[in-house]
């Protein structure tokens, strides 16, 4: 072999390893009853065609609500589904779905929120539906779960919330580098994030109670902050309890954030000057 042919071959090697190293994850596709979506169908633009799989590291930041260009972005269309039923989720590290979800040495667990589609995600909207962490008996991560499932988990609609439209918003928190906060640079938990939309018929009244994303999330809060290289037997996943069927409704309407003007505080002023 030419020596110039050799020093091409090292090069491509470096370029082909740095690339797999530098895999995370995403959503790449729904299942809805015995319908298979294809990669990317309902779910939000990823941020980048080369580096969606790349995660967000700044839990202010409004970017990591979604992973996506802009705030604004849609997905193409709305995947119809039944409340109380499931959707299955698919994440993997890349565009193929037989990639692995996630490399196991990203520890951490998987959260599932909901929010209304009219809310575009701003304000306190979103509730969570689901998550898993950190099992001390079979001393397993959510990530290996869905690792050892080809990539995929199950996700069940609450049977009570109010039909109509919805952001589906899958997260996975990497540990790995979150034994200090994040600072700006690359320690801190990393964020793969993403939405998808759907549309829920049947159901009944409800729209759960919700929490800001972002807002949820501190740099230094426990959960967030967490040392997978130290000794633990338990790990208290952050944000707000799973909503179940029941619990009592937030706002008939989302809050999408505006001020509303205080009519009344403004004529109780006018009326004392008149005076």
Excluded at 261 to 269: A, E, S, T, V, Y
């Amino acid at each position: 072999m030419k020596a110039g042919t050799f020093i091409c071959l090292q090069l491509a090697l470096v370029a082909m390893f740095s690339w797999t190293a530098s895999a995370h994850t995403h959503l790449r596709d729904l299942k809805i009853g015995t319908t298979q979506y294809e990669r990317g169908v309902c779910i939000r633009p990823y941020n980048s065609t080369t580096m969606f799989s790349f995660p967000s590291k700044d839990p202010t930041d409004k970017y990591m609500r979604c992973r996506t260009p802009s705030v604004d972005s849609k997905a193409d269309k709305q995947c119809d589904i039944k409340a109380g039923s499931k959707v299955t989720i698919s994440w993997h590290e890349t565009e193929v779905n037989t990639s692995r979800a996630i490399n196991p040495s990203h520890m951490g667990p998987c959260i599932v929120w909901i929010a209304p589609l009219e809310s575009n995600g701003e304000g306190d909207v979103w509730a969570k539906i689901f998550e898993d962490g950190y099992n001390p008996k079979t001393k397993k991560w959510c990530i290996d779960t869905v690792n050892d499932n080809n990539g995929t988990l199950d996700i069940t609609i609450p049977s009570d919330i109010l039909a109509g439209k919805y952001l589906l918003r899958t997260e996975i928190i990497a540990l790995h580098l979150a034994a200090v906060p994040f600072t700006g640079g690359k320690d801190g938990a990393e964020y793969y994030s993403n939405c998808a939309e759907l549309t829920v018929s049947g159901g009944g009244k409800t729209v759960p109670k919700g929490v800001a994303i972002p807002g949820v999330y501190k740099v230094d809060m426990p959960g967030i902050v967490f040392n997978t290289s130290a000794p633990f037997t338990s790990y208290k996943i952050p944000g707000p309890p799973v909503y179940k069927v029941g619990d009592p409704s937030g706002p008939t309407k989302p809050d999408t954030g505006a001020k509303k003007p205080c009519i009344k505080k403004r004529r109780r002023r006018q009326l004392t000057e008149d005076l």
